[in-house]
């Protein structure tokens, strides 16, 4: 079963729809690269690249990773994520949104589950939540490492 999970933010759709992408730095990593068709996350010396696909449905926003070098000690497998989507679905709840993040792929099969799970509930249920309801979040801030 893929990862998912639902946080409930006091932003009204469309304002979270632009901040989850917009505000990267704020919630997940302040290492972002971004270009036209998506952007990287940088954390220690891994990254992960995502493309961001085109929007067919306004309360769905799909991001696929086309590279990734996870560095993590245990997981042989740096590339795990690759092919990975990440699906996000916003819908109003009372005068915010519920929003859910399901990532497609981040199955128990996989050896960096453990890790990534933890991972998203901090990044996602936490950072992402707090960010959103008018908190600080609290992103990875890494630098690479010599």
Known sequence: MDYSAT???AADPATAAR????????????????DDAGFTIRFNNSHVR???GPDTRPERRVWTCTDANMIIEGVPDTTEWQGTS????????????????????LTPEIDC????????????????????????GSPERSAAIA
Do not use: M, Y
């Open 50 to 52: 995502f493309e961001i």
């Open 19 to 34: 901040a989850i992408p917009d505000d990267l730095e704020r919630w997940w990593s302040t290492r972002v690269e971004r």
């Open 86 to 105: 990440l699906i996000w679905d916003l819908r109003p709840q009372g005068s915010g949104t519920a929003i859910t993040l399901t990532h497609h792929g």
């Open 113 to 136: 589950h453990e890790i990534c799970v933890a991972g998203w509930r901090h990044f996602f249920e936490k950072s992402l939540c707090d960010h959103l309801n008018g908190l600080p």
């Open 7 to 9: 946080i409930t933010v």
